[in-house]
T-cell receptor
C-alpha cells in the first residue's frame, strides 16, 4: 500500500491567491482528516470526513477555508484567498474506523 | 505584542540508554491514547496505543504507561537508538472528533 498521498509536497504562493491541497487516503479507509501544523499552535484538526461526509469542521479557521471529499479516494482543502498566516504544514490522515490514523507526508505551504 | 511559539520540551539521551517521555492529558473522559513519532519532514507515525481500561501496554522496545488518577501518560523506549530521534506526540481521544494532540517532546539521541 502506498499510504496516504498528498500533493503538492511544497507550495509557495502569493497572498490573495487560491491554494488547493490534495489528498488520496489509503484504499478502504472510511475516515479522512485534515490537520494543520505550525510552530505556534502545534497540530490542529481542521475537519474530518466519515464515508465522504463532513462530520466536524469546527476546526476550520474561517470561511476562507473549505474542504471537499467527492469520493472515497480523493479530498481537497482549499484556501481562498490565502494569507501569510496560513503558512503551515498541512497533513491529511485516514483511518478505518479506529482512532489510529495514518498520516500523509504533508504539504508545506508558504504564503508570501 | 511578541508572539510566542511552542517551546517543545526536549530530552537528550545517550545511545543505548532508556528514554522516558511524559505527557499530561486534559480530559478525564478520554478513553483511548496514542503515541505518535514525527521525524523531520514527515507526518506523524503511530507507535503504540492504550485504552483507558489498561495501565500498561508493551510493544517492541516501547512501553506505554497510563495513570488515570493524575491524567498522565508516559512512553518508555528501551535501548534508545539514533533512529529514535524525533518529536513524540501523545494524543487523547474521546470520540473520533475529539482527537487532541499534545505539543510534543523532542528526543535527541547522542551517539
Amino acid at each position: 500500500d502506498a499510504g496516504v498521498i498528498q500533493s503538492p509536497r511544497h507550495e509557495v504562493t502569493e497572498m490573495g491567491q487560491e491554494v488547493t491541497l490534495r489528498c488520496k487516503p489509503i484504499s478502504g479507509h472510511n475516515s479522512l482528516f485534515w490537520y494543520r501544523q505550525t510552530m505556534m499552535r502545534g497540530l490542529e484538526l481542521l475537519i474530518y470526513f466519515n464515508n465522504n461526509v463532513p462530520i466536524d469542521d469546527s476546526g476550520m479557521p474561517e470561511d476562507r477555508f473549505s474542504a471537499k471529499m467527492p469520493n472515497a479516494s480523493f479530498s481537497t482543502l482549499k484556501i481562498q484567498p490565502s494569507e501569510p498566516r496560513d503558512s503551515a504544514v498541512y497533513f491529511c490522515a485516514s483511518s478505518l474506523g479506529d482512532p489510529e490514523q495514518f498520516f500523509g507526508p504533508g504539504t508545506r505551504l508558504t504564503v508570501l | 505584542g511578541e508572539s510566542v511559539g511552542l517551546h517543545l520540551p526536549t530530552l537528550s539521551v545517550q545511545e543505548g540508554d532508556n528514554s522516558i517521555i511524559n505527557c499530561a492529558y486534559s480530559n478525564s473522559a478520554s478513553d483511548y491514547f496514542i503515541w505518535y513519532k514525527q521525524e523531520s519532514g514527515k507526518g506523524p507515525q503511530f507507535i503504540i496505543d492504550i485504552r483507558s481500561n489498561m495501565d500498561k501496554r508493551q510493544g517492541q522496545r516501547v512501553t506505554v504507561l497510563l495513570n488515570k488518577t493524575v491524567k498522565h501518560l508516559s512512553l518508555q523506549i528501551a535501548a534508545t537508538q539514533p533512529g529514535d530521534s524525533a518529536v513524540y506526540f501523545c494524543a487523547e481521544n474521546i470520540r473520533m472528533r475529539d482527537m487532541r494532540f499534545g505539543a510534543g517532546t523532542r528526543l535527541t539521541v547522542k551517539p
